[in-house]
């Protein structure tokens, strides 16, 4: 018996997309990557080229999560205060705002 669920196909071929995107990441690494890690979480960083510039490249890995910030992504980190880290800690595996997905379009 095997288990199959409504955009099995769909979740597959995101899963494939963001697989290779990635391996193409990956291969734009410039240096060494950096680990990071304490009793609660473990990542790694790279720095890798795009062709839309320069990227840091963010790696969970207990989770498989990862994220590329563009330098102004990452100066936006600085104007946070502590109770928004403390909110994303606090609702792992979720956006701030539920009611959008990642490109700020309305969740289907």
Same mark, same amino acid.
């Given at each position: 018996?095997?288990?199959?669920?409504?955009?099995?196909?769909? @979740?597959?071929?995101?899963?494939? $997309?963001? $697989?290779?995107?990635? $391996?193409?990441?990956?291969?734009?690494?410039?240096?060494?990557?950096?680990?990071?890690?304490?009793? *609660?979480?473990?990542?790694? +960083?790279?720095?890798?080229?795009?062709?839309?510039?320069?990227?840091?490249? +963010?790696? $969970?890995?207990?989770?498989?999560?990862?994220?590329?910030? @563009?330098?102004?992504?990452?100066?936006?980190?600085?104007?946070?205060?502590?109770?928004? *880290?403390?909110?994303? +800690?606090?609702?792992? *595996?979720?956006?701030? *705002?539920? @009611?959008?997905?990642?490109?700020?379009?309305?969740?289907?």
């Amino acid at each position: 018996m095997s288990l199959h669920w409504e955009g099995e196909h769909q @979740d597959q071929g995101r899963a494939r $997309a963001a $697989a290779e995107e990635l $391996a193409a990441l990956r291969a734009g690494q410039v240096g060494e990557s950096l680990t990071l890690g304490n009793e *609660f979480s473990e990542i790694r +960083v790279s720095l890798v080229r795009t062709r839309n510039g320069v990227r840091l490249l +963010v790696e $969970a890995a207990k989770s498989g999560q990862w994220v590329t910030l @563009d330098p102004l992504e990452l100066e936006a980190l600085t104007w946070q205060g502590p109770a928004t *880290f403390s909110a994303m +800690v606090g609702h792992p *595996f979720s956006s701030l *705002f539920p @009611d959008q997905d990642d490109t700020g379009e309305p969740a289907s």
